[in-house]
């Protein structure tokens, strides 16, 4: 399966945001979806997930109560990003999992990576 984020953009502080994640083939209910982003010279970090049998979501906490995930169809995900701050700039990446986790090293599929700037 490939993935394809799109939906990054320059954003002033306040504003809002909805990133989508592509899958070229079918996400099996088994998987999980997350999202990852990481800063210039930050390591990447976990900002959800959203598990594709039930549409349960689990978020970071920097990311908890303005950003939501969710799910259209067999193969598209969303991230809403409400609020943004400047440090919510990052290149953000969608990736899926066959188990539950917020550890990168357990996704094994990978989208390219969409920037998100949040002017001050």
């Known amino acids: 399966v490939q993935l394809q984020a799109s939906g990054g953009g320059l954003v002033q502080a306040g504003g809002s945001l909805r990133l989508s994640c592509s899958a070229s083939?079918?996400?099996?209910?088994?998987?999980?979806m997350g999202w990852f982003r990481q800063a210039p010279g930050k390591e990447r970090e976990f900002v959800g997930l959203i598990r594709w049998s039930t549409a349960s979501t689990t978020y970071g906490d920097s990311v908890k109560g303005r950003f939501t995930i969710s799910k259209d169809g067999a193969n598209t995900v969303y991230l809403q990003m409400n609020s943004l701050k400047p440090e919510d700039t990052a290149v953000y990446y969608c990736?899926?999992?066959?188990?539950?986790?917020?550890?990168?090293?357990?996704?094994?599929?990978w989208g390219q990576g969409t920037l998100v700037t949040v002017s001050s």
């Open positions: 083939g079918r996400i099996f209910s088994s998987h999980i």
């Open positions: 990736a899926k999992a066959n188990s539950l986790s917020r550890r990168e090293r357990d996704y094994n599929n």
